[in-house]
């Protein structure tokens, strides 16, 4: 089995490695191919992780490439893990829409927009040679804004699943607050990427008992403060949302906090360079502490149980992933992409049946998915009044002021991302 990843040089890299090695068993890789433009971070991600492998007595061969065809030639699954523009483009994403006074965050709003427009082309790009290597290769995207790239992935025709980490990390927390194991924890979790809700929390499956109301109860202060949000509101709902929720539910608080101190870019760009330093250490042979600081937490293990079903080697049977909605959701199109549990396999990924939804969510999930409707029109062929128009959608920012303003700013920053502009 080989697998490559493209974006190995990231930093989120030995995470990853971690995870396979850990979880041979259930992945058997034979050859791992790390991709990547910026051959020195990659030479440093790159020794790391065959060290990783070494420690762990994996037998896996670790290979590097700055050449996307070379790497993905003959790969079984391709994982997509990129940043176009790094950090710099990021740290952008995050402030100049806070000038407007809208919330900046590099997968929601105006910065989510800016990524989409970025990414979505590179990634296209990135997947046909992928179809003309192997067109029975599977796509995992989990690159931002995941949505919107796998539903470009699927709309043109590719075989591509989109993966986030934020239900693994939901599934882990509860599992750890009923002292049960991870595995017994399934999660009613339902909406798009970024925008989603734990409805029920069910323990053995399923369709096993719903102990939501008792973690509300017993952990409710715990839960919200995880997420940011008062004790009250969770109540009120008796859900448990996304912390991305936090973006909608406390707009203004959260704009006025982030206009006080340093974007979350700076804060991982610096993270990157002690990290970067970390790797080069010949003797260091096992991810460092500092990365669970960086992000993406039990993405590994997603990643493993993800590829292990699409490949038909095992895996979890239902997953939490972004596919497309195939009328899961009646009041979305079908071929929105949705983030909801799924039964996975070789064919790919088929979403289980959802009750109605409030349409305290239902409202927010069809309005969101107007706008990346709007966001891939605009990514796909490019245009001002395009980017006009997906802003003016979006339900952070929503008035003709504010989605003047943001426009300008956005192709102004990102000029050179885009061929149109």
Same mark, same amino acid.
Request: glycine share 10%; aromatic share 6%.
């Given at each position: ?31 791992? *191919? ?87 082309? *590179? ?299």
């Amino acid at each position: 089995m080989k697998l490559a990843v493209v974006g190995g040089g990231s930093t989120y890299t030995p995470e990853l490695i971690d995870g396979f090695a850990r979880l041979r068993d259930t992945l058997p890789i034979e050859e791992l *191919v790390l991709v990547d433009p910026a051959a020195d971070r990659l030479d440093l991600v790159g020794g790391l992780a065959r060290r990783i492998f070494a420690k762990q007595d994996h037998a896996g061969r670790i290979t590097t490439t700055t050449d996307i065809d070379a790497g993905v030639a003959d790969a079984d699954a391709v994982l997509l893990q990129l940043r176009v523009g790094g950090q710099a483009a990021r740290d952008k994403d995050e402030t100049w829409p806070l000038e407007c006074g809208c919330v900046g965050q590099e997968t929601t709003g105006a910065g989510g927009l800016a990524k989409a427009l970025r990414t979505v082309p *590179v990634v296209l790009d990135i997947a046909e040679r992928v179809r003309r290597a192997n067109p029975d290769a599977w796509i995992i995207d989990f690159t931002n804004p995941v949505g919107i790239v796998t539903r470009a992935l699927l709309q043109a025709g590719h075989k591509a699943v989109g993966l986030c980490n934020v239900a693994i990390g939901f599934q882990r927390k509860f599992a750890r607050l009923l002292d049960v194991n991870p595995s017994e924890v399934h999660l009613d979790h339902v909406g798009l990427n970024h925008l989603t809700w734990e409805l029920g929390v069910r323990l053995g499956g399923p369709d096993g008992e719903n102990v939501l109301p008792r973690l509300l109860a017993e952990h409710g202060d715990a839960i919200a403060d995880d997420l940011r949000m008062p004790r009250q509101v969770i109540d009120r709902l008796g859900v448990v949302p996304s912390y991305y929720l936090r973006y909608f539910y406390s707009h203004d608080e959260v704009v006025r906090e982030l206009g006080t101190k340093p974007s979350r870019a700076a804060e991982v760009a610096a993270m990157e360079k002690e990290l970067l330093a970390m790797y080069g250490d010949p003797t260091l042979d096992e991810k460092p502490e500092l990365l669970a600081k960086r992000g993406g937490a039990f993405y590994s293990e997603a990643a493993v149980d993800l590829a292990a079903s699409l490949l038909g080697n095992g895996g979890s049977p239902v997953q939490v992933v972004n596919t497309y909605n195939n009328g899961t959701l009646p009041f979305l199109p079908d071929d929105a992409v949705i983030e909801v549990q799924a039964r996975v396999g070789h064919d790919g990924a088929t979403p289980l049946a959802v009750p109605a939804l409030d349409p305290l969510y239902a409202g927010l999930i069809a309005n969101v998915t107007a706008y990346e409707d709007l966001a891939l029109e605009a990514a796909l062929r490019g245009g001002r009044d395009r980017v006009f128009k997906a802003l003016l959608a979006h339900p952070l920012i929503g008035q003709y002021e504010y989605a003047e303003g943001l426009t300008d700013r956005l192709i102004a920053h990102n000029r050179e991302h885009l061929a149109w502009a």
